[in-house]
């Protein structure tokens, strides 16, 4: 299994996305997220994703040089076309004008539709947070998640994500599908050869299933796949159905059914603090709450009580140090994608010839 | 057990809070507020809750004819101290405020500190939908909740709500609390004599515990009160981290362990939906939705796909012709609450003599 550091990972993104046909400052918005998605640990969204997405551009799902574009606003609110363009850059984009807003009116909410895969949503509500606001972002996605009390793909495995600047550290950062877990993870078990705990995922014939296998299509056997489960029964099918009213309905991107392959229908929000109270107001209070966590007596099979985000800085403190980890078979995929648009990967990744 | 009509139900409570100081407009908005948690068959927030209500105004905890004022505004944001007013006619004056700058600005973000207990979350977001708009609400409230991997009570129940017009009906509502289940729901099993899954509290020891009494302190016992536990594990845990800053820090209320007893830190917002898309795209959306949800094909063990709300909205059609049933025990209190005022139920109930 190779191990490349983030400035290699970041590298051969851009090279393949530049190859593809994006501009070269858009490949490295692009590169730059699935590198931060790999340090923190979030794999799917990081260099493994990169063959998906060109077979995307590929298809013409995503166009590289695509521009975004306001078409609605008001002093708080924004609409965009995304134009499909690359997602990570139209979202980036989305970012800046709901900043913007909360800058000169408090607050800022921006709707996003044609807006492709964004990567990982805790991306732009830490970019947010690094800016001094609070950031806010739903974002439904291709069916594959049953209602609660059904068995069809109905709901994205919608996600959200919310990051509170801390002052002098990382930002407090909640970022999690609404399904019980994200189909990658079910993913990973069949990869590991491992059941997975009942509750997770129906079968093709909606029975409780603990077999990874079960939730995906084989392609053998049409009506194969499974469903995913909403987590925590009807709260996260109910947050599902407000991530899809919002990134959906209220952008016009239609529904987790409706929005295509790879793409998103994203609603973001950003929150200038010291238009609420004064900047140190907030900060104790915040400080106040991590120390009553940090405080709190733990739990019999735990060994200690984070604070959401933390797992992710500890994945980024420690690839950081250590260079990022690539399981062989998706490194070769990425070698593959490179190959196919003529690119020598040494050259890219400085090694010895 | 006492039937009552909703009518009867807000008279008997306007009638006590009138008594109690509030003014007569004031004690209406509240009793309005309280019949309609019964209606929906939240029941801890209806006229169940008008002896702990009295109680905490006779304490000096709330203040009857407390004034509310906005001490901080932007055109899209507005900062309220509540005053310690009755916490329903000043959350009710927070939706106006950000109503009304969503129909200037396209958004309305209201925070409010100093805030009495609220009630029920999802009649402050249903009114909001009403007036065409959506609604979002954020409390924390007083800690009984441990975080994700502790067992100290850290966190409140810190519920959250959602609501979306549907044009031609009920909104879609969201309305839960970020705990596996409110503490109402541990009380109402110790009441019948029922055991409650296990995944709900720990005890005093930080033990799973299939116990409802082992949630609550014993009057004998110092220290004997238990803990529950957040919805869907860090999910649920990070959701009660989000309404704790929004709530809490962002208002100046102070985290959940800071929230004084039948206090909330209150966060509202209120987006004009045109401001984004044409009415008739998001209904269009909103309605594709709702019709995926209920032609998706039902898991075993269910006979039908709810959407968000349905559960109250049934409650409510079968209590408007039925009556409003009160538990005896209930009423019993409330009666006494009144006979301390010298107040004649018989009279407000019209009942014959």
Known sequence: MPTLTPKQVTDVCAAIFEAAGAPEDRAQIVAEHLTRANLCGHDSHGIQNVPALISLIKEGMIKPQGEWNVVRETPSTALIDGGLGLGQVVCQGAIKVAMNKARTVGSGSVGVYNCTHIGRLGDYTTTIAEGGMIGVIYA??????????????????????????????????????????????????????????????????????????????????????????????????????????????????????????????????????????????????????VAEVKNASVADGFDEILVPGEPELRSKQKRLADGIPIPDFAWQEVIKTAKDFGLDLDTILSLPK
Do not use: C
């Open 140 to 289: 439904n996605s291709m069916p594959g998640v049953a209602p609660y009390g059904g068995r069809t793909r109905v709901l994205g495995t919608n996600p959200l994500s919310y990051a509170f600047p801390t002052g002098d550290g990382d930002p407090i950062l909640v970022d999690f599908a609404t399904s019980v877990v994200a189909a990658g993870k079910v993913r990973a078990a069949q990869h590991r050869g491992e059941k997975i705990p009942e509750g997770w995922v129906l079968d093709k014939d909606g029975k409780p299933t603990t077999d990874p296998s079960d939730l995906f299509l084989r392609a053998s056997e049409p009506n194969s796949a499974g469903v995913l489960l909403p987590a925590a029964g009807h709260k996260g099918y109910s947050l599902a159905v407000v991530v899809d009213l919002l990134g959906g309905a209220l952008t016009g991107s239609g529904s987790s059914k409706k929005v295509a392959k790879a793409r998103n229908g994203v609603f973001v929000q950003a929150f200038n603090i010291e238009s609420f109270v004064p900047m140190e107001v907030y900060l104790q209070n915040l400080k106040g709450l």
